[in-house]
């Protein structure tokens, strides 16, 4: 994408809960791109909001700890005031690549959602049992949302505005992905799914990439189903 002009009505949201040793780096690498960065402090009892703006983000911080489904709303809401032609979440662990942006992007063309997919690009470092688990967690998804998917649990992807206008997260813990994706399904929008890379590192393994963590979404999606 080298000579593009950069977009201002883009804008990133990071969720961030304790990131201060990694969300400075991801701030200053996505900068390069020329959209707007709002990283949502959720909470943290670090450095992670001094870090976030001293690379230059915009910063919106929840007071205590709710989880990355309510950062994640908070980041969206935050966007669409400023009047967001196009919203791109985005992991602050370090384990997205900001180079996959501009393909999520050039995909919402056609469609109102660009979801990433780790599957049909690359998954460097996965645990071999976490595999295993979010594969069930994306059968799992595909069942309940009949949308055809192969990566139901991945935090990079791109929206419309008017997508992200049909995304209202309850869900505070880590079954707001699934929810996402039932608000998808409900909305009736095109979406498309994109090859993206996701890099599983020390940091981001010890940070809550743990396979413990897939476990918990299988958990928090049955426990989801039995009480609608």
Known sequence: MAGKRPEPDVWIVIPAYDEAGMIGRVVADLGSLGHRIVVVDDGSRDATAARAREAGAVLVR???NLGQGAALQTG??????QDA???VTFDADGQHRGTDIPR???SLKDADFALGSRFLGGAAGMPPLRRLLLRAATLFTRLSTRLDLTDSHNGLRAMTRRGAERIHLRQNRMAHASELLSQIAASRLPYVEVPVTVEYTAYSLAKGQRTSDAVT??????ARRLYQ
């Open 62 to 64: 929840h007071p205590i």
């Open 76 to 81: 969206i809401d935050f966007a669409l005031r």
């Open 85 to 87: 032609r196009a919203i």
């Open 104 to 106: 999520l992007l050039d």
């Open 217 to 222: 979404i299988l958990i928090d999606l049955f």
